[in-house]
C-alpha cells in the first residue's frame, strides 16, 4: 500500500463518518442551476456532493483513493436509490485520471498532508471538461479559526497562486468566478467562525 493510501485509510479509519454528508456549498452554488448532465468528483470520499449531484440527475462519476471512502459512499449510494445515476472509482490522482469528457468536473478541497501532484490533477482536470462545460476547484483559503497551533501557523496558497498552478492547456476558457470567499461556519465544539476558501470557476468555450 502506498503511502498516501494508507495515510487516506487510516484516516477513515479512525471514525464511522469523517465528513457531514453534506454537499460543499461552493459546488452547489456553482451546480444548483445548472441543467444535469455528466460530472466528475475529483476525491468525492464518503460521497456528499456526488451523491448531491446524482439526486439532481447528474451521471457522476466520483473518485477517491481510499475504499472505506467509497465503501461508505456505495452504502449510501445504494440507500437512496442512485446505483443507476453514480459510479466509484478507486484511483490514485497523482498517478492516473478517469477517462472521457464532463460538463462539470469538481475538485472540492483537494488538498493533503502528504503526497498529491496538484498540478497533474488539474491539467487533467481541465483536459476532462467538455466544450460548455465547467471546472470547479475550491480550497482552503486559510486555517479555521479553531485549528491547532501548526495548522494556524501554515501559510496557505492564495487563489492568485492556485489559479496559475491549473493548467487550461489549449482551448479558450471564460473566467466566471475567481477569487477569495468567506463563509459562515461552526468549530467542532460549536464556536462560530468564518472561513476563507479559494473559489475559482473556469468554463470551457472551445477546445482549439
Known amino acids: 500500500m502506498s503511502e498516501v493510501k494508507q495515510h487516506w485509510e487510516e484516516r477513515y479509519a479512525e471514525r464511522d463518518r469523517i465528513w457531514s454528508g453534506r454537499v460543499n456549498?461552493?459546488?452547489?452554488?456553482v451546480a444548483e442551476p445548472l441543467p444535469a448532465g455528466r460530472?466528475?468528483?475529483?476525491g468525492c470520499g464518503e460521497g456528499g456532493d456526488t451523491l448531491w449531484?446524482?439526486?439532481?440527475?447528474?451521471?457522476?462519476v466520483g473518485v477517491d483513493i481510499s475504499d472505506t471512502a467509497l465503501g461508505r459512499a456505495a452504502e449510501e449510494t445504494a440507500r437512496r436509490g442512485l446505483t443507476d445515476r453514480v459510479h466509484l472509482v478507486q484511483m490514485n490522482l497523482s498517478e492516473s485520471f478517469p477517462d472521457g469528457t464532463f460538463d462539470l468536473v469538481s475538485?472540492?478541497?483537494l488538498q493533503s498532508m502528504v503526497h498529491l501532484d496538484r498540478e497533474r490533477i488539474f491539467a487533467a482536470a481541465a483536459r476532462a471538461v467538455a466544450p460548455g462545460g465547467l471546472l470547479i476547484?475550491?480550497?482552503h483559503g486559510a486555517a479555521p479559526p479553531w485549528a491547532p497551533q501548526h495548522i494556524l501557523d501554515h501559510v496557505f496558497p492564495g487563489v492568485d497562486e492556485v489559479?496559475?498552478?491549473i493548467d487550461l492547456g489549449p482551448g479558450r476558457w471564460e473566467r466566471l468566478r475567481v477569487g477569495s470567499v468567506e463563509r459562515d461556519a461552526v468549530g467542532p465544539d460549536g464556536q462560530p467562525g468564518v472561513l476563507v476558501d479559494n473559489l475559482i470557476v473556469v468554463k470551457r468555450l472551445s477546445t482549439d
Not at 456549498?25 to 452554488?29: I, Q, R, S, T, V
Not at 460530472?39 to 475529483?42: E, M, P, S, T
Not at 449531484?53 to 457522476?60: F, H, I, P, T
Open 53 to 60: 449531484l446524482a439526486e439532481r440527475g447528474w451521471q457522476v
Open 25 to 29: 456549498p461552493w459546488l452547489a452554488d
Open 107 to 109: 475538485a472540492q478541497f
Open 163 to 165: 489559479f496559475a498552478a
Open 39 to 42: 460530472a466528475l468528483d475529483l
Open 137 to 139: 476547484v475550491v480550497d
